[in-house]
Structures are given as structure tokens and as C-alpha cells.
């Protein structure tokens, strides 16, 4: 059995009428000796990290009416995985030319910006290398694509609007070749060596769920490269591109990603989400050849199924 990361429970204790679930949450940590503002208990209940009377919640404006069984994640290593500004080396460039500047991305960094205006960004840490290496401002970026603030790997952004333009247009073709490292917890071992998701998603808050109608098709091919006991490292190719996509498909397989506080698995031991974006095979925006982008696979995945 994986390890739950330590919980924090209390009953909602209100003043008469309804009262929003941050501001209920963001007072309850500070009465524990937790300080957090509503902002940031806002952002727990939008990263799942909240659970009223056994539900998780995924709107931070949900009314309580008073005597709810409230469960937080400890919110103190979450806060501790938010730096506030990130500093980019020449190690993280991938690739960098006129048109289009591609970077792996670090765990717990928003591809852009947030609603929350403190913390940094992809975009904004990239503007901020071209700068100092340049001494120049740097050309307006883009974001084209997107990986969740708890994966890394590579991320390409566009220089300029002719190029955001050609690379989107290549993105919405499905001219583009993804491919992701998980580690996931698979309790009953039973995943087989290759498989493939296919359902239809559709967005529900923060989260995305699987639906047999109203939703978007999506599609996964997986590979198991190997397996540890319950722990398992395992390929995933997405032909689509639906937000949570391969985090969805493979929880709905009973084999969460290790890390993943929104769709199932909360072990205590999972330095960060176990997701890496390995490698992204794009047209260039320039003359449409092929430009392979690659970057290697943490040594904290690796290490999860040693």
C-alpha cells in the first residue's frame, strides 16, 4: 500500500448563514498555528487538496453551512514547492533560434501565469533568462502548449506572432509527437506491457473526469518500460491533448501517478508529481522540418523504480 501524506481534519465551525470554503479553510490553518491566507487556501482547493464530508471540493466559493467534515492536506511541503522565482541556466535550453526558444520545464512551475500574481512562471523565468544573457529585451513569448505546474519536461515557446501562429496551427493538426514518463502505484500489478485509453473528457472545475456523453475524445497509447512491486515507470504516447489527460486516463486504469493529489494517489514519499514530458517532435515554424525536442528523464522517477 502506498503512504497518504498526513491529513488535517476539522468540523466548518461558521457564524450563522453560509461562509465559502477558502475563507473556512484559510481560518481553520491559521487557528492550527498554519498561517494561510485565502488566497492560498483557494489554490489548496484548487489543486484537490480539500475534501468536505468525504467529496472532494474543486470550487473554492462552496458555501458551508456549518458542522462540515473538512479534510486538508498537509499544506506545508505544498507551500515549500512554490518558489517565487525561478532562476534558469543554459542547462535548461534545449533549443533557441529566431523563431522559437524550447526549455525543461521544472517541476512546480506554472507553464504561464497564474491567478496568483507572486508566483513565477515559465514564460516570465524564460523572458528573464534571454534577458540577461542578451542584454536586450526579449522577444515576446508564447505559451502554445501547456504542462501542468507539477510536470516538467519540455515546453516550446513561440518567438513572436507568425511563429505562436505556425506552431498552434501545427498543435491543432496533431502534427506533433508527445512523449511522457510517469511512475505510477499500481496496487493490484495488474497493468499489462502496452495499452490504450480512450474516453471522452470533459472539464469539472480543476479537474477532468471521463463521461459517455458532452465530453471531448481523448487517446493514450501506454508502454510499461519497468516495473518495481507495485511501482511501475510506464511510457505514455497521447494523440490528444485534454487538460489532466494521461493523469486521467492512467488513474482510471487504478494506476495513479505517484504524487498526484488530484486524481488518486498521495504518497507521502513523492518528492513532486512523478510526470516528465520526455520528448516533443514539432514542424519548425520556419520551413516545417522536423525538430526533435528531448529531455532526459529525472533521476527522481528513475530512483521511484530502482
Keep these: 500500500m502506498s503512504r497518504k501524506a498526513p491529513r488535517i481534519r476539522f468540523l466548518a ?69 512554490a518558489p517565487k522565482r525561478v532562476t534558469l541556466d543554459e542547462a535548461a535550453i534545449l533549443h533557441d533560434d529566431s523563431f522559437l526558444i524550447a526549455v525543461n520545464k521544472p517541476s512546480n512551475l506554472p507553464t504561464n501565469e497564474t491567478r496568483n500574481p507572486d508566483r513565477d512562471h515559465l514564460l516570465a523565468a524564460t523572458a528573464r533568462y534571454l534577458e540577461e544573457r542578451d542584454g536586450a529585451p526579449s522577444p515576446k513569448l508564447f505559451a502554445v502548449h501547456r504542462l501542468d505546474a507539477g510536470t516538467s519536461g519540455v515546453v516550446v515557446m513561440p518567438k513572436g506572432r507568425e511563429a505562436n501562429a505556425a506552431l498552434a496551427k501545427a498543435f491543432s493538426e496533431r502534427r506533433v509527437q508527445k512523449a511522457y514518463d510517469a511512475v505510477v502505484f499500481d496496487e493490484e500489478q495488474g497493468l499489462p506491457d502496452t495499452f490504450t485509453v480512450e474516453s471522452y473528457l470533459k472539464a469539472q472545475g480543476r479537474r477532468s473526469v471521463a463521461v459517455r456523453a458532452g465530453g471531448r475524445p481523448s487517446r493514450t497509447e501506454f508502454r510499461v518500460i519497468r516495473r518495481a512491486g507495485p511501482r511501475a515507470l510506464v511510457e505514455a504516447r497521447p494523440t490528444t491533448g485534454r487538460m489532466h489527460q494521461i493523469r486521467v486516463h492512467l488513474a482510471d486504469r487504478d494506476a495513479p501517478i505517484l504524487g498526484d493529489h488530484l486524481y488518486g494517489n498521495r504518497d507521502a514519499h513523492a518528492p513532486r508529481l512523478m510526470l516528465h514530458a520526455r520528448r516533443l517532435v514539432v514542424p519548425h515554424p520556419e520551413d516545417g522540418r522536423e525538430l526533435v525536442l528531448t529531455a532526459a528523464t529525472p533521476q527522481a522517477l528513475i530512483d521511484a523504480v530502482g
Design 13 to 81: 465551525d461558521l457564524a450563522p448563514g453560509a461562509e465559502r470554503l477558502d475563507r473556512v479553510v484559510g481560518r481553520a490553518l491559521t487557528g492550527l498555528g498554519i498561517v494561510f491566507s485565502t488566497r492560498e487556501a483557494r489554490q489548496l482547493v484548487e489543486a484537490g487538496m480539500v475534501t468536505v464530508d468525504g467529496r472532494r471540493a474543486d470550487r473554492p466559493s462552496q458555501k458551508l453551512r456549518g458542522g462540515e467534515r473538512v479534510e486538508v492536506d498537509d499544506p506545508r511541503p505544498w507551500r515549500e514547492e
